[in-house]
């Protein structure tokens, strides 16, 4: 790691990982308030804060130079500029964030494979099976009312529930809990209803809905990914 990088790792370190994490819980407050009271002006600080926030608990969590940490910190980083993306309003804004979450899709996996992931696809090879047939069924059944979205919406949606195979892999894999797995479903459930709010349907609460479950699933993600990587403690 540069100087410069480890200045800055060191600044962070003073905060304690569970300072970082108390801070994600009060920001996700605010955040879930302002979607529920449509303060779409606070959202741009509140949104935008949740994935770094938990960038900040995994560098300082981990002991520095662990390929799959920088893997998944990566994609927290793009995360975040995917939601940025997300705040505005059209259909370029939604390609631009959808796009910018399948790259966050592929560094997720990438992470997840380097931690041993994919030695557990040999003897429960049902996990990606059932997710693959679940795609299939949605993308089959929502591909008409998807319109000129269909097709994107088809590639990242295989990426999304890949992901969440992986994230559902790495417990079974290493042990240590479920954590990054249940993160993984959730992720496929916050997409799911975003999705479907998509393609016409407008269920209620939809946006608390998107968001709660957006926000626990990378949360439970990061945890799950933090169980499997050595501590500074360890260096």
Known sequence: MSPPLLLIRSQMAR?????????????????????????????????????????GYLIVSVAPGQTPARLFGLGLLVACAADVALLFDGTAAFLVGMGLFGVMQVLYIAAFAKLGALRAFRT???????????????IIALWTRLGALAAPVA???????????????????????HLAGVGGALFVVSDLVLGLGVAGFDLPLAGLVVMSTYAIAQLLLTIGVRRHLDSPAAH
């Not at 429960?124 to 949605?138: H, I, N, Q, T």
């Not at 590639?155 to 809990?177: C, E, P, Q, W």
Request: hydrophobic fraction near 65%; charge should be positive; aromatic fraction near 12%.
């Open 15 to 55: 905060v304690r990982a569970r300072t970082w994490l108390l801070a994600f819980a009060v920001v996700l407050a605010v955040e879930l308030t302002a979607v529920a009271l449509d303060l779409d002006a606070v959202r741009w600080a509140s949104k935008t804060l949740l994935t770094l926030l938990l960038l």
């Open 124 to 138: 429960r090879y049902l996990v990606p099976v059932c997710y693959l047939a679940f795609w299939a069924g949605l």
């Open 155 to 177: 590639v990242y949606s295989l990426l999304l529930v890949g992901m969440a195979a992986f994230a559902a892999a790495l417990g079974i894999a290493r042990g240590g809990g």
